[in-house]
């Protein structure tokens, strides 16, 4: 049996092909090929850090987490979209080589560094938060808001996204329609809408049911498909479809969640 140790021995060297560009300074893009030395657990952020600690500090990369958590990580890897935080080099090396370069349908900053200002503008149009109309209620709370288990399992998967642009880059509506939301905020947006302790219906549903809306989503599903957490964003935005077309005949996607009497009174009695 192997131990863990096994993991981090050497096994053999790898070519890491780089997409590099400063849109600064450079007339064109260009390629660089980098030889490292890989183990069985070398992941291809791994393998980054130290191409940059080692061999060429000027590349340029996003990272924070480092555990699949916060998403920044995201990138093309042979052609599709992944988290290189974790993704080993030897899952995915072809032909002794792996190809990196930035996520598609993102503006470059440097090398594999994409832009997400319209990424995360088009997110906030959607209102990716609570709305109530009892606003002193939202705001200084009297005590939770009643959510059945089945109520919250309408929107549960959504939660889990990352914003880490994965759907984004792969959505061919994306690639031809600059100012399209996108399916990580259109999902977003039902994920709001049927939670039941939302009200701001009629506030998103005029920035989704718009030109460059979830009308725009010819359900190619690559969003769903390149996701890391496996959300479902092509489901979501048929769902928004389906929920804007009854709220248009008048039905209202549930009843705004109750406020539970505080249990704080009844601590101080015991």
């Known amino acids: 049996m192997e131990s863990s140790m096994d993991l981090w021995k050497p096994v053999g060297t790898v070519k890491i092909r780089v997409y590099k560009y400063n849109p600064k300074k450079d007339f064109a893009p260009g390629w660089k090929e980098y030889e490292i030395e890989v183990s069985r657990g070398t992941t291809i952020l791994d393998a980054l850090l130290r191409i940059k600690e080692e061999i060429d500090p000027s ?20 052609g599709r979209q ?5 993704t080993r080099v030897l899952e995915v090396v072809k032909d002794g080589k792996v190809e990196l370069r930035p996520l598609d349908n993102f503006p470059i900053i440097r090398d594999l560094a994409c832009d997400f200002k319209s990424f995360f503008d088009k997110h906030r149009a959607v209102k990716p938060w609570i709305i109530r109309r009892d606003v002193e209620e939202l705001e200084n709370p009297t005590g939770d808001y009643k959510q059945t288990i089945e109520e919250y399992a309408r929107y549960y998967q959504f939660t889990d996204c990352l914003k880490c642009g994965a759907c984004y880059s792969a959505c061919p509506t994306v690639a031809t329609d600059h100012e399209y939301l996108g399916p990580q905020a259109l999902a977003q947006a039902y994920r709001y809408i049927v939670d039941t302790r939302d009200e701001g219906l009629e506030e998103r549903i005029a920035v989704v049911d718009s030109d460059h809306g979830c009308w725009r989503c010819h359900f190619a599903t690559s969003c769903s498909d390149v996701c890391p957490k496996y959300v479902d964003p092509a489901q979501g935005i048929q769902l928004l479809k389906k929920l804007i077309m009854r709220s248009k005949l008048g039905f209202k996607p549930h009843k705004p969640a109750e406020v539970l009497p505080s249990k704080i009174g009844e601590v101080k009695k015991r």
């Open 82 to 86: 992944m988290l290189i935080c974790r």
């Open 59 to 78: 590349l340029a990369f996003r990272y924070s987490c480092g555990q699949a958590l916060c998403g920044s990580c995201a990138m093309m890897v042979n």
